[in-house]
């Protein structure tokens, strides 16, 4: 018989709910959820009221200022980090040095020194931690990473990597936290994260040298007043002006939104829905990244947030040939009201693999799709994390502290880059090597 274990969230927002289903859905017979932990006793009653709904009892909720109080009375296995990035090195550090398995949602974190305290505290700890980066099992990507294992491009020598956020998941940081720096390292760290891990785990190498350009160019009161748009309002929801706004989200016509946030803003005053045309924004938009890796490869990365359609085009050629990826994922532009924002975690709406023999013939590689959120990836991490016989691993997709490490390194060095116009050497950042 299967050891029950423990599992305890801090960080009730949106993300949060991936893992308190799993828990007490899927994985209920040898999971429990032991306690709940977050700024917002609304946020919190909202996920019991889900659970109470399904004839579960409610888990125990604790205040962001109980978290070690928490620990000390539920003692749980595992705590599962999904509060804003900021905050990730604080929870991650103080749970590890308090006995507990950690699981953290990307990015890892934001910052270099936050980075060094999470460093610190694992090491002290004998514990382990482990970063959700769910792209690395849909089956496109992972059928992307087998061909590239098994030698179709030789040894890679460049990526050529695009990611396209459209105006609908890409306007959508914009409207929220995320758009000050501050909270979320901008979209090099926070989105940006989930691609670099692809590239690394790709080519099975890290980052050694990162140079980045990259700026505010969409968003913005200053961008939109520069192409003679002009708004009158700081937020959506029970703006009448915003009706016709193609890129407004009302928080009073989803029932997450309401209860997660809506409800919430007394008692926080966090505003989920802000004019992507306001102020203040201080995350960039638009961004261009070129990397050397430790194996010799060269990246080439852009990422736009208000592209017309989102997906991703990528290509590795090595010393035998080349492969290509397009991946389409979403291309409705629907009046956003909260699910259209959410359609680009859906199942991929289009996908293609073509590879390129250096004198062979070319063809189109079998790309396999499966149903579930981020192309059929969160199901099969779900399974690696919470069962206690996960299937075996080849392609080595759960991502270690290591590997959450390396991806967050290109981003904190593409902004620093970006600061002072220089390439940055990330070895004299962090130790890579110590795997």
């Given at each position: 018989?299967?050891?029950?274990?423990?599992?305890a969230?801090?960080?009730?927002?949106?993300?949060?709910?991936?893992?308190?289903?799993?828990?007490t859905?899927?994985?209920?017979?040898?999971?429990?959820?032991?306690?709940?932990?977050?700024?917002?006793?609304?946020?919190?009653?909202?996920?019991?009221?889900q659970?109470?709904?399904?004839?579960?009892?409610?888990?125990?909720?604790?205040?962001?200022?109980?978290?070690?109080?928490?620990?000390a009375?539920?003692?749980?296995?595992?705590?599962?980090v999904?509060?804003?990035?900021?905050?990730?090195?604080?929870?991650?550090?103080?749970?590890?040095?308090?006995g507990?398995?950690?699981?953290?949602?990307?990015?890892?974190?934001?910052?270099?020194d936050?980075?060094?305290?999470?460093?610190?505290?694992?090491?002290?700890?004998?514990?382990?931690?482990?970063?959700?980066?769910?792209?690395?099992?849909?089956?496109?990507?992972?059928?992307?990473?087998?061909?590239?294992?098994?030698g179709?491009v030789?040894?890679?020598?460049?990526?050529?990597?695009?990611?396209?956020?459209?105006?609908?998941?890409?306007?959508?940081?914009?409207r929220?936290?995320?758009?000050?720096?501050e909270?979320?390292?901008?979209?090099?760290v926070?989105?940006?994260?989930?691609?670099?891990?692809?590239?690394?785990?790709?080519?099975?190498?890290?980052?050694?040298?990162v140079?980045?350009?990259?700026?505010?160019?969409?968003?913005?009161?200053?961008?939109?007043?520069?192409?003679?748009e002009?708004?009158?309002?700081?937020?959506?929801?029970?703006?009448?002006?915003?009706?016709?706004?193609?890129?407004?989200?009302f928080?009073?016509?989803?029932?997450?939104?309401?209860?997660?946030?809506?409800?919430?803003?007394?008692?926080?005053g966090?505003?989920?829905?802000?004019?992507?045309?306001?102020?203040?924004?201080?995350?960039?938009?638009?961004?261009?990244?070129?990397?050397?890796?430790?194996?010799?490869?060269?990246?080439?990365?852009?990422?736009?947030?208000y592209?017309p359609?989102?997906?991703?085009r990528?290509?590795?050629?090595?010393?035998r040939?080349?492969?290509?990826m397009?991946?389409?994922?979403?291309v409705t532009?629907?009046?956003?009201?909260?699910?259209?924002?959410?359609?680009?975690?859906?199942?991929?709406?289009r996908?293609?693999?073509r590879a390129?023999?250096?004198?062979?013939?070319p063809?189109?590689?079998?790309?396999?799709?499966?149903?579930?959120?981020?192309?059929?990836a969160?199901?099969?991490?779900?399974e690696?994390?919470?069962?206690?016989?996960?299937p075996?691993?080849?392609?080595?997709r759960?991502?270690?502290?290591?590997d959450?490490a390396?991806?967050?390194?290109?981003?904190?060095?593409a902004?620093?880059s970006?600061?002072?116009?220089?390439?940055?050497d990330?070895?004299?950042?962090?130790d890579?090597?110590?795997?």
């Open positions: 018989m299967n050891e029950r274990k423990r599992y969230i801090v960080g009730t927002g949106s993300r949060a709910g991936m893992f308190v289903d799993a828990i859905t899927t994985y209920a017979e040898i999971a429990d959820l032991v306690g709940l932990c977050d700024l917002s006793r609304t946020r919190m009653d909202w996920y019991n009221g659970l109470r709904a399904r004839g579960l009892p409610p888990a125990p909720q604790y205040h962001a200022e109980d978290f070690e109080r928490m620990i009375e539920r003692k749980p296995d595992t705590v599962i999904t509060t804003i990035d900021a905050w990730h090195h604080h929870y991650i550090a103080r749970a590890l040095e308090l507990c398995d950690v699981i953290s949602e990307k990015p890892l974190t934001t910052t270099l936050r980075l060094h305290r999470i460093d610190a505290a694992l090491k002290g700890s004998g514990k382990s931690l482990r970063v959700t980066f769910n792209y690395r099992f849909a089956p496109a990507y992972a059928r992307f990473r087998q061909l590239i294992a098994d179709a030789g040894r890679p020598l460049l990526v050529d990597f695009s990611w396209l956020l459209d105006t609908s998941h890409g306007a959508d940081y914009f929220r936290w995320h758009r000050e720096k909270n979320s390292g901008g979209l090099l926070h989105k940006a994260t989930h691609h670099f891990d692809l590239v690394n785990w790709w080519i099975a190498s890290y980052p050694r040298r140079f980045a350009l990259g700026d505010l160019m969409f968003y913005g009161k200053s961008n939109a007043a520069a192409r003679g002009h708004y009158g309002y700081a937020r959506y929801t029970g703006e009448a002006t915003a009706a016709d706004d193609p890129f407004a989200l928080l009073d016509r989803k029932e997450a939104f309401r209860g997660l946030y809506l409800a919430a803003e007394a008692e926080t966090y505003i989920r829905d802000r004019n992507v045309f306001g102020e203040p924004i201080t995350a960039e938009d638009t961004m261009a990244v070129t990397a050397r890796y430790a194996n010799g490869a060269l990246l080439s990365y852009c990422l736009v947030a592209a359609w989102e997906g991703l990528v290509a590795v050629t090595g010393t040939g080349r492969l290509e397009d991946i389409i994922e979403n532009h629907l009046k956003t009201d909260g699910e259209s924002a959410a359609a680009s975690k859906g199942a991929f709406k996908t293609e693999i390129f023999p250096m004198f062979g013939e063809c189109v590689v079998d790309a396999p799709q499966a149903a579930g959120g981020h192309g059929g969160d199901p099969l991490m779900l690696q994390i919470f069962s206690p016989t996960p075996p691993d080849p392609l080595e759960s991502a270690s502290f290591m959450g390396a991806s967050i390194l290109v981003g904190i060095a902004n620093m970006m600061e002072s116009g220089e390439m940055v990330v070895a004299e950042l962090f890579l090597s110590a795997t």
